[in-house]
């Protein structure tokens, strides 16, 4: 029995990154009982899943063979004091409940880290329960906290500490970029023990026999560019509405873009695409994770973008990347390092500087170029995902990673 410790896990009737979901469906292929502990408290909906506010009990729930526990955390509105609780109430439930769940000499537990401190408990429960423990690194910690706020004092010193206390007493590391594995090894982290496992889709979700239906209504006669997921300070989507006010004062009619998905900075982006008077972007709430390859079969373009951060240049794997490639979308990003290099390896994209909304502009521009230069552009993108990122094959690498034991 593994159990899967991931905060913000979801189902694919939710938005989100379904990773866990697919994994724990595959590996129920492979004879492997997967447990995915999460909260149904959703990241982008800020929403309940099942319970009302008060209970706190935990809610048992099968999706598709795939067995969720859905563990209390507290509610939240915005990214301040409010979700850092909501994150250390989650993990004082993930101990509690470990501490309690069926157990056999098969049974490993996996910490997730969007943060250290599920992980940090989960990693308790394993030492006090006698099983092994496995550390998977989503986002990397405290290089993210540095990078995106300055902050290097008593919070990264903390962040520190935890991240190379679980770097020490993993089992086994996963990593999602080639890049975070080299970077944990200079730490002076056992390189044996690092092992890479991308984001990836499930290819079946993108295959159709035939041209679906938007699951929202799009402008007709454009040529759209989308990007689907957070609303955040990192995400630096005022970069995208500038670059849009560029080709607005070009005429440039024939492009629209449409934001998908919500966050902190939805509310100020809102605002600042009033006040430039753009045309050509639409905002739309975020939709479900098994609605995005329907809403990305009748786009055009994809759009990857991030703040211009040290930590962003090695230690991500954004799952929109993936999605646009698997439906055979080309891609227009300003994320530098191991993103660019797999755009420029799939040969289904261009990358543009960081933070610069002139390049992102033209970028755009060079890119419907590309695309009636070179028809087959989308169709290379999705042939490296098939290779490279199937979460089928992806399963079988996780399912070798549990022959780990308990010293």
Do not use: C
């Not at 035939?210 to 759209?224: D, G, Q, T, Y």
């Not at 060079?366 to 290379?380: A, K, V, W």
């Amino acid at each position: 029995m593994i159990y899967w410790v991931n905060q913000y896990a979801i189902t694919p009737d939710s938005p989100g990154g379904t990773r866990h979901y697919e994994f724990g469906k595959y590996l129920k292929g492979l004879d492997e009982d997967v447990v995915i502990v999460a909260s149904d408290l959703n990241l982008y909906t800020r929403q309940y899943r099942l319970r009302s506010q008060n209970n706190q009990k935990p809610i048992l729930e099968t999706v598709q063979d795939v067995k969720f526990h859905w563990l209390f955390a507290t509610a939240y509105q915005k990214n301040n004091w409010s979700r850092v609780l909501s994150m250390l109430s989650f993990s004082w439930s993930v101990f509690f409940h470990l501490l309690r769940v069926k157990t056999d000499t098969k049974t490993v537990f996996i910490g997730s880290s969007p943060h250290l401190f599920a992980a940090l408990v989960t990693q308790m429960a394993a030492w006090v329960r006698g099983v092994p423990f496995i550390l998977e690194i989503r986002d990397l910690w405290p290089e993210t906290l540095i990078d995106m706020t300055g902050k290097k004092g008593f919070q990264a010193l903390i962040l520190r500490l935890i991240a190379n206390y679980l770097y020490k007493m993993a089992k086994k590391i996963i990593v999602l970029s080639l890049s975070s594995k080299e970077h944990i090894a200079k730490l002076g982290f056992d390189s044996n023990k690092i092992v890479y496992i991308p984001n990836g889709v499930d290819i079946k979700d993108f295959n159709f026999q035939e041209k679906p239906s938007s699951p929202i209504e799009l402008p007709i006669n454009k040529k759209i560019f989308v990007y689907t997921g957070a609303h955040g300070p990192a995400n630096e989507l005022g970069v995208v509405l500038e670059a849009a006010y560029e080709l607005q004062n070009q005429n440039q009619n024939h492009i629209h873009i449409l934001l998908v998905g919500d966050g902190p900075s939805k509310q100020e982006l809102v605002l600042q695409a009033k006040e430039l008077k753009l045309q050509n972007l639409t905002f739309h709430d975020p939709i479900k994770k098994q609605d995005i390859p329907r809403l990305l079969a009748n786009v055009d373009v994809g759009l990857l973008i991030l703040k211009d951060a040290p930590v962003f240049r090695y230690g991500i794997s954004p799952n929109k990347l993936f999605d646009y490639m698997a439906i055979g979308l080309p891609v227009v990003s300003n994320v530098q390092g191991d993103m660019a290099e797999i755009i420029k390896t799939a040969n289904n994209g261009i990358t543009v500087e960081s933070g610069n909304s002139k390049a992102l502009a033209v970028g755009m521009l060079d890119i419907l170029r590309e695309i009636d230069r070179n028809s087959n552009m989308g169709q290379e993108g999705t042939s490296y995902i098939l290779e490279h990122h199937n979460r089928e094959k992806l399963a079988q690498q996780v399912k070798s990673l549990l022959k780990v034991k308990n010293d």
